[in-house]
C-alpha cells in the first residue's frame, strides 16, 4: 500500500488496477486535486499508453492513507469499506459508485481503493446547508430502500459477514456505551455546541441514557446489513433524479431504521422535515413492497423512526470542529436536537426526562397517531 504522495505513481497504479482490469498501461498520471480527512482522497487524470486503457475513464478518484501513520482511532473501518467493495456490492442495484480496483493489508488495516469519478455523470454532493427539499431528498429513500432489501430479516446476517459490527457489538457500540461521555465533554468546549445542544433540555445524563436504548432497539429485528452513516454528505443527487451512497467505512447489521431516519434529520431543515419526513419514510416503505419485501405495518415503522433522533445529535456532539465547519455542525445539531422535540423520541425509547420538555417554535409533527398511509 502506498503510504506517501509519491508512492502514487503510473507503474503503482497500473499494477493496482491491472488485476481486475488486464491489459491496462498507464504511463503517467495528473493529480487534479486531493483532500487529507481520516482517508486521502486524490482525483487523477491517468496518461494511458495507446489502446491501453482497458474500459477505464479518463479521471480515477484514488482513495487510500498517504500519512506515516493511520489517522483513525479504529482502522478497522477501512476493512469494513473493502469487504463491502469485494463481498456486497456485486449483489447490488443501488446507486453507488463503480469501484475499479481494491486491496487491503490485514496486518497494517492499510487500504487503496480506485473508483469512479463521480463528476463525469454530473453528480451533486450536497451538505445540511443546501437548502434541500422532501422531494430533493425522496430519490435517497429508495436508494436506501435498495441497500436494505437482499439482507431483509435474514437470521444469518452476524455469520455470514463476520467482519460487519451490530448495533450492540463492535467498537463504535463500545464507544457510545462506554466512552462518550469523555468526548461529549471535550466538544462542549466549544461554545456554539453547548448552544444548539440546548443542555438545559438535552442534558448529557439524558442522551448517554438513550443510546444504549437506542443500541438496544436497532438490535431487535427485522435486521439488515446499514450502511450505517448516511447522512447527507455521504450521499449524491443525479441529473436523472437517482440518489447515491459513498463512504461505506461504518456498515453493520442492525435495524432499518437507522439508515432512514439519519438522512432525513441531516439532509433537511426544521420545517422541510417536518412537513415532508412521513411522505418520505412512506416512500420507502413503498419501495421496499415493490422490492418483494414485507415492510413493516406504518405505526411499527413510525415508532422506529423516532427512536432515532438522539443518535443524531450524539454524531454531531462528537464530531470535532477541525472535520466540519461550525456554521454545518451548528445546524445539523439544531435540526437534531429539534427532531428529538418533535417526535419525543426519548419517550419512545423509553428514557424519562428530568425535566418538562420544551415546546419548540412552530407546528410540531405529532409524535405518533395515524397518517395517510394507515
Known sequence: ????????TADWLTSFLAPRNPGVQIDDIAVLDSSQGAATRLRVRPQY???????LPPVLFVKTSLTRRMLVADPHMYVTEVRFYEHLRPGLTCETPQVYAWALDEETNRFAVVIEDLSLRSAAFPSALSGLTADDV???????ARLHAPNWGRRDLESSYPWLETATKGKAATFWRDTAR????????DGYKSVALDLEHHSLDLILAALPALQVANGEHPLTVLHGDTHIGN??????????????QLMRVANWANDVAYTIMTALDVEQRRAGERSL????????????????????????????????IACWMVTPTAMYSEALLDALIRRCVVAADDLDSYAALG??????????AGRRAPASGSTARG
Open 182 to 189: 469523555e468526548a461529549f465533554e471535550i466538544e462542549l468546549n
Open 351 to 360: 428514557v424519562q426526562r428530568s425535566r418538562s420538555r420544551r415546546i419548540t
Open 281 to 312: 419514510l412512506e416512500s420507502y416503505l413503498d419501495e421496499l413492497s415493490s422490492l418483494g419485501v414485507d415492510a413493516p405495518a406504518w405505526d411499527e415503522a413510525w415508532e422506529r423512526y423516532r427512536q432515532q433522533m438522539p443518535y443524531g
Open 235 to 248: 450521499c449524491y443527487l443525479l441529473p436523472d433524479r437517482t440518489g447515491g451512497l459513498l463512504d461505506w
Open 138 to 144: 425522496e430519490p435517497l429513500m429508495r436508494t436506501i
Open 49 to 55: 499508453a495507446p489502446g491501453r486503457d482497458a474500459g
Open 1 to 8: 500500500m502506498p503510504t506517501r504522495p509519491e508512492d502514487v
